[in-house]
């Protein structure tokens, strides 16, 4: 995998997802993941590209599917 080649919106949304984010990292994406319009620019003040990045991945057809084709480029040489 190329973790190194997602920016930083897009690697937080990877670790997420497979599951190695921990601790305060980890309460931050379930906090972003149930955030309503108003909470999530809350937390969009502090964690602009992660907030991003939730808005993206929740909203924008085929983000994810593009992010994991990014990270896994090369992965088979």
């Known amino acids: 995998m190329k973790l190194h080649d997602l920016d930083k919106g897009q690697k937080f949304i990877w ?23 108003n909470n999530r620019d809350k937390l969009r003040k502090g964690f602009p590209e992660y907030a991003d ?8 057809n085929g983000w994810w599917d593009r992010v994991q084709d990014k ?6 040489q």
């Not at 190695?20 to 980890?26: M, N, Q």
């Not at 990045?53 to 924008?60: K, L």
């Open 53 to 60: 990045a939730m808005d993206s991945f929740q909203n924008d």
């Open 71 to 76: 990270a896994m480029l090369g992965a088979e």
């Open 15 to 37: 670790e997420w997802q497979y599951r190695t984010l921990g601790g305060f990292d980890t309460t931050l994406a379930e906090a972003l993941s149930k955030s309503d319009g």
